[in-house]
């Protein structure tokens, strides 16, 4: 059996086990404290979250749309060429249909991006 070590504080014996305990009961108490603090520094601001997203990914997005619109049109034009044997006939059709689709796209997520910046300036201006 491995003897423990004994130190003499404050007038009575404590042994290692007991002071490094203490010690960690009073390390999580401070942590719990500056916890409390960042929640509470933390309470007044609001989550921004995917509104306020940066120009930079909104014209990742706005370009996404678009080129997804044409990629579609794109391969059912392919496809469906091979599969009639229509030449290009059927791919030029796809593809104005898929720059459309891409385009309409587009227009109804910058629609929803700016319907969302005039709701958080409704927002910040009810807070002040």
Do not use: C
Request: hydrophobic content about 40%; overall charge neutral.
């Amino acid at each position: 059996m491995p003897a423990i070590r004994s130190v003499l504080r404050r007038g009575s014996l404590v042994s290692d086990e007991d002071q490094q305990s203490e010690n960690r009961h009073k390390s999580l108490e401070d942590l719990g404290t500056r916890l409390q603090a960042a929640r509470k520094a933390q309470e007044g601001k609001e989550s921004q979250g995917p509104r306020k997203a940066s120009a930079y990914g909104s014209a990742v997005r706005l370009v996404s749309e678009l080129v997804a619109g044409l990629v579609v049109g794109l391969m059912l034009g392919l496809f469906m060429d091979e599969w009639l044997g229509t030449g290009p006939w059927l791919l030029i059709v796809f593809l104005f249909l898929g720059i459309g689709a891409g385009i309409m796209n587009v227009l109804k997520a910058a629609k929803k991006m700016q319907s969302d910046l005039h709701l958080d300036a409704g927002h910040e201006s009810e807070k002040n």
